[in-house]
Every structure is written in structure tokens, then in C-alpha cells.
């Protein structure tokens, strides 16, 4: 495993090493620029002797530091530096000025036009994965017209996102199965299972049938023996006949043959199956049953069928009429005409006409609010 702390403590090291060699060679260049020129001489002549003795013995250097290679290449410009030239070859030298002017260009090539805020780029990238049959020019369009955003369709496909990029083998013009459900969801429906366990240890099955538009629980039951032929009871109870529902969500459980498709098509509802092992391809009705478990069953345990039923009846209505959930708004799937002239009042502030009504519900685990007028 990489220790990162490490690595960049060595980093910071080295770069403290590094500006201290070239604060020290400046500090070096400007005590010899006070000196005399005869001395400046002699202490050259001085080590150009110590230089020839380890050339004669044929002793290598060790390895130069950046530092020094920044050094040697920024203090040749100031005199004839082939001639002092001893432990690299002249083609080195070059080398480190080559590099050197790279990484100065590369460094101004930075301070070019600015790049776009962060929020913009998100809602870039917000719009092509919302609108995924609009290209770089609509978006550009789009940004402009109506926002105010001035940028090109070349900025715009800077910052497109490479999942949606037709490039990569997805066509543009594909729709999303999260799209699909947003533009059908007032025509969909969704079905689960749900499992409970009684005091007497007896396994429980409870259908779950919701409409994913208004959140709604359309239908539920509680069964010690599913079967296809009682499910398709159910659906006949749930459904009226004036519907205007077209699809129906479900997973691959057994307990949804083939027949039972069928027979679900004369309802004039087109079965969509789940993936396999896809529970986020039914993830509303996932929440729904995950939302009864967490606020209802795992605090009840129920004695029979019968209770269970009990149970869930008044949950249900509870979860239809008063339960207030955020992806509508938030809003309830069933308002009441009370409950729609309370959301007109000022903020925090009570109308002092009205007192506060509340309603136990399962026996005080959640309760109910409204404003109630005071009779006179």
C-alpha cells in the first residue's frame, strides 16, 4: 500500500531543499561580486586544481540534484561556459536548457482564457444528462437564450460528459430508463412482495400495488399462500375499469408467470420485468417497502393475519392521507381541502383563528397535524 503521507512529505522536503540551493548560489554571487578580481581569480584557479586532480584519477561525480542543474544552467549564460564545462557534457548542458524553457512555456500556456465556474460545468453536464437528444449547439442555445450564459458549443463539449458521449458506443438519441419512468409516471404502476413474521413465528406476504405519479398505495394484502391466481385477484380489486394506467413495473419472482403476464395484458396494462438482480429498475416501489418497514412493521409485531391486515389499513391511510413525502414537493398523495388552505398561511406565524388538531395513529407511533378553526 502507498503511503501518501509519506510521499508527500518527501515532496515538500525536496522542494525546501531545492529553493535553499538557489537561495545559496544567489547568496554566493553577490558576496563574489563585492569582492576584489584578484581574489575572484585565485579562488578560481583554486578549484579548477582540485577539478583536474579528480579528473586525473578518472572519479565520478554523484548525481547532480534539480536544484543544482537549475544552478549551472541559469549561471552559463554569464560567461563562456564551455571551457569550465567538466562533469556533464556540453550536450547535457543544453539538455537542462531545453527542459528548463519547456516547463517556463508550459507554465504560461496555463494563464490562457479562464475556464468556466464550477456551477456551470455541473449544470452543463446537468443538461446533456437530462436532455440526451440535445447536442453542443442547443445547449449553447439554451444557456444563452434563457440564462444568460454566453459560452460556444466548443466549451460546451470541453465539459461533456463521456458516458453520454456517442463516441464511446451509446447513441445520443437513447432514452434512459429514469427518463422513461419521469415522462410515464402517471401511468405506471409498481408491485412488490413484502414479508412479515407473526408472533407465532408464521410467514406473511403482503402485495404492495402503488402508483409511482402521486406516490399513492393503490392496493395492498396480506396472504399466507401467494399464488398467481390470487395475485391476479388483487390487481381485479385495485384496477377500475376507466383506468388510464399502461404499464405495470415488477421483478422476475416466481410468483409472476407468464400466464399471470398475460392475463395482467387483458387489463390493458403492458408488464414491464425487471433486470435481474435490478432492484433499482423498481426502486419506488423498493422505497415504498422500505419506507412500510422502517415506520410500521419493524415496530409491530402482529399476532394473525388478520391483525397484520388491521395494521397496514391504518398505516396506508395514514401513509395516503397524512404523511408528508419530499419528492412531491413535498406534498401528500391525498390531500385534504384543509390540508391545501393550511399550506397559504405566513411563515412562522399561526392564524389565531385556528388551534392545532393531532391524531394518534398506530396506537401513538406517528401522529397527524392540522389547523382546526375555533368554533365561537
Not at 522536503?13 to 569582492?35: C, G, K, P, S, Y
Not at 435481474?276 to 422500505?290: D, L, T, W
Not at 419528492?327 to 385534504?336: A, K
Not at 411563515?347 to 368554533?375: A, M
Request: a positive charge; one cysteine or more; charged letters at 25%.
Amino acid at each position: 500500500m502507498i503511503d501518501f503521507r509519506a510521499t508527500a512529505a518527501h515532496r515538500f522536503r525536496a522542494a525546501i531543499d531545492f529553493t535553499l540551493e538557489l537561495l545559496l548560489d544567489w547568496m554566493r554571487f553577490v558576496v563574489n561580486l563585492v569582492r576584489s578580481r584578484a581574489a575572484s581569480s585565485a579562488e578560481i584557479l583554486f578549484l579548477r586544481k582540485q577539478l583536474a586532480f579528480y579528473r586525473e584519477h578518472q572519479i565520478k561525480p554523484r548525481r547532480l540534484t534539480e536544484g543544482t542543474r537549475v544552478s549551472l544552467a541559469f549561471w552559463s549564460q554569464w560567461f563562456n561556459w564551455r571551457e569550465s564545462l567538466v562533469i556533464v557534457k556540453p550536450e547535457t548542458l543544453i539538455r537542462w536548457h531545453r527542459k528548463g524553457f519547456k516547463l517556463l512555456w508550459r507554465r504560461k500556456s496555463r494563464m490562457g482564457r479562464p475556464g468556466l465556474r464550477a456551477d456551470i460545468r455541473q449544470l452543463i453536464v446537468r443538461m446533456v444528462k437530462d436532455n440526451p437528444t440535445w447536442g453542443q449547439e442547443r445547449i449553447a442555445a439554451e444557456l444563452w437564450l434563457k440564462l444568460g450564459v454566453e459560452v460556444s458549443p466548443r466549451t460546451v463539449r470541453a465539459y461533456w460528459p463521456e458516458e453520454c458521449d456517442p463516441r464511446n458506443g451509446k447513441k445520443t438519441s437513447s432514452q434512459r430508463w429514469q427518463t422513461f419512468i419521469r415522462n410515464h409516471a402517471q401511468a405506471i404502476l409498481a408491485c412488490d412482495f413484502l414479508v412479515s413474521i407473526t408472533a407465532g413465528f408464521r410467514v406473511l406476504y403482503v402485495l404492495v400495488i402503488m402508483e409511482i405519479g402521486s406516490r399513492r398505495i393503490l392496493h395492498h394484502n396480506v396472504t399466507a399462500h401467494p399464488t398467481a391466481e390470487w395475485m391476479l385477484q388483487q390487481f381485479r380489486e385495485a384496477i377500475p375499469g376507466d383506468h388510464e394506467y399502461k404499464f405495470l413495473i415488477h421483478d422476475r419472482d416466481s410468483i409472476f408467470s407468464a400466464a399471470a403476464d398475460n392475463e395482467l395484458q387483458s387489463f390493458g396494462l403492458r408488464v414491464l420485468r425487471t433486470p435481474v438482480q435490478a432492484p433499482k429498475a423498481n426502486a419506488y416501489c423498493e422505497r415504498v417497502i422500505g419506507t412500510i418497514r422502517r415506520e410500521c412493521s419493524d415496530w409491530v409485531i402482529p399476532l394473525s393475519e388478520k391483525h397484520l391486515r388491521r395494521i397496514l389499513r391504518e398505516w396506508v391511510a395514514h401513509y395516503n392521507r397524512g404523511r408528508p413525502h419530499a419528492s412531491l414537493g413535498p406534498g401528500i398523495p391525498e390531500p385534504t381541502i384543509e390540508r391545501r388552505q393550511s399550506r397559504k398561511n405566513q411563515r412562522h406565524e399561526l392564524p389565531p383563528e385556528c388551534r392545532i388538531g393531532t391524531k394518534d395513529v398506530l396506537g401513538g407511533l406517528h401522529h397527524e397535524y392540522w389547523l382546526q378553526k375555533i368554533v365561537a
